[in-house]
């Protein structure tokens, strides 16, 4: 028997899975990943223990199947991205945590710099709008406050790499520093058209680059797993940030093709194919994962708080025993009675772009129930989903025919519902909604020949439900305009 084995290497655990021919999960293990706190705003984690806690969980998946690494074909790598880790070349030990994609201790830094007449430019040639969120700025936090970063990163001691590069050298033993493209488009380093490191954002943000990976293919072997670690020569086949990871999971492998994942937030990205396509509404351009010989990019759009409106109606206000009971609550109402939440706890991106704004809840009345608020509360991650949806269209030219959708909150009927309604189209849940992992086993499995090629992914990719629009265009559309009248009340310019 051969599988793949798939390593997620999210921001709160490492995953590991392992797939058959057929692209079935048979399993999958988590191991927990710890984040620190050190100061308001700062988010890290340990470079060592994100290593162990993956390889444990690679051990525990094979463990479960019975299985051992000689029986794999290819090892494929998705991950949290962003996040930096630089180490040293020769003891391949960290020069300073991890710093986490989260982090905002370089946000000054970038606030500054989204200020100057170098914003327009960096967004030229890297898609992204300047911030914090990105590698670069991370990485330039590193080499200016960790003591001999700098010296030791001109003398060529020095390696950086987000997580997958790094689990790329732990796992190859430091024969191989990669990155892969849709990683390296989003360190704010890279130049989105061509692919490459960019001299010029190399100098700006002051990274010598002796520092940096070679940027690789997506769906490509990059080397083997070096058998004094893994205790076998497995190819590494597949890698690509968890969002891309998840498109390429969702089979949408070609223009216009869209994928939500519905979690704390939530990710939309569009296959806009092989061109990038900058945004009007300051959506990200960024590069969707790609077989060698490609070009493939995407439009990413995020909403803040989906997800999580619904934990803070659970945790802080108290009004549902569990997430899932919103769908049944939500329910008991035949309508939303007129009631809107704009869950704008941390402001609000595209396409309103205001950070000041915070949430709200109108249309109360006598009669509004606990049904009509959770309601709204999951009507509005709906509501802000076409929101994107209409903006990255509007980037595009081109209609969205269909929405796949993944995530923790994809399990919502009422919500994947209400989805295709607003939409006015079929919204689409996958059998696996695992999206990441299959997407990274995907690129691995290709690599190999342990798969054919796109049309045999394209046929793998199985349907669990599709809810089909069931509103008729009027009320569709009455319906939105109170939600943006909603969130014109909120804004705050
Ligand atoms: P993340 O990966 O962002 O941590 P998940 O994909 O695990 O998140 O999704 C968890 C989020 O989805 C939580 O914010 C939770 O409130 C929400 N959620 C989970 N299940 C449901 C459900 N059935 N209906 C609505 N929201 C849900």
């Known amino acids: 028997m051969r599988y793949i084995l798939a390593l997620d290497a999210g921001t709160s655990s490492a995953r590991a899975a392992l797939y058959d021919a057929e692209a079935r999960r048979l399993v999958l293990e988590a191991v927990p990943v710890e984040r620190r706190f050190p100061q ?7 470079p060592e223990e994100i290593w162990q806690a993956q390889f444990a969980a690679a051990s525990k998946a094979l463990a479960r199947m019975g299985a051992d690494w000689k029986q794999l074909a290819a090892i494929g790598i998705t991950n949290q991205r962003e996040t930096v880790i630089v180490w040293d070349r020769r003891t391949g030990h960290p020069v300073a945590p991890a710093i986490v994609w989260q982090c905002r201790r370089t946000a000054e830094f970038c606030e500054a710099l989204r200020q100057s007449d170098q914003a327009a430019r960096i967004t030229e040639l890297t898609g992204l709008v300047v911030d914090a969120y990105f590698s670069a700025s991370k990485l330039w936090w590193i080499l200016r406050h960790v003591p001999g970063a700098r010296e030791r990163a001109e003398a060529g001691e020095l390696a950086f790499g987000t997580v997958d590069t790094w689990l790329v050298w ?9 990155t892969d493209l849709t990683n390296a488009s989003r360190t704010m380093l ?3 058209n061509t692919g490459a490191w960019d001299p010029e954002l190399l100098n700006l943000f002051d990274v010598p680059a002796c520092l940096l990976p070679e940027i690789v293919d997506s769906s490509k072997v990059v080397g083997v797993t070096s058998g004094e670690v893994c205790g076998a020569e497995v190819p590494i086949g597949g890698i690509a940030g968890d969002q891309q990871a998840a498109l390429f999971g969702q089979a949408c492998l070609w223009p216009g093709m869209s994928k939500n994942t519905y979690g704390t937030g939530c990710f ?5 194919g092989d061109q990038p396509v900058t945004s009007g509404n300051r959506l990200l351009a960024t590069r969707a994962a790609n077989l060698p010989g490609e070009k493939r990019f995407a439009l990413e759009g995020s909403i803040f708080i989906a997800g999580a409106a619904i934990q803070w109606l659970r945790d802080q206000v108290g009004l549902l025993a569990s997430a899932a009971e919103s769908a049944a609550i939500a329910q008991s109402v035949r309508s939303n009675g007129g009631v809107y939440f704009v869950p704008a706890f941390v402001g609000l991106g595209a396409p309103y772009w ?10 109360l009345t006598q009669g509004t129930t606990r049904g009509h608020l959770v309601r709204a509360a999951l009507e509005s ?6 929101d994107l949806i209409e903006a990255i269209e509007g980037d595009i030219g081109r209609r969205i025919s269909e929405l796949r959708v993944d995530g923790g909150a994809a399990a919502n009927d009422f919500l994947l519902q209400f989805q295709a309604d607003i939409l006015g189209r079929p919204v689409v849940r ?5 999206t990441t992992a299959l997407g990274a086993a995907y690129l691995a499995g290709l690599a190999v020949g342990f798969w054919k090629d796109l049309d045999e992914i394209q046929r793998r990719w199985k349907v669990d439900r599709v809810f089909e629009p069931s509103l008729g265009e009027a009320e569709r559309e009455e319906l939105y305009a109170g939600w943006k009248q909603a ?7």
């Open 170 to 178: 732990k796992l190859t033993r430091g024969r191989n520093h990669v």
């Open 487 to 493: 969130v014109a009340r909120c804004l705050t310019r």
């Open 354 to 363: 205001d950070p000041h704004a915070r949430g709200l809840i109108t249309g």
């Open 268 to 272: 939309l990205l569009a296959h806009t």
């Open 430 to 434: 996958p059998a696996d909604i695992e």
């Open 190 to 192: 890279m130049n989105l």
């Open 381 to 386: 991650i709906a509501y802000q989903t076409r």
């Open 40 to 46: 308001p705003g700062w988010v890290e984690q340990d």
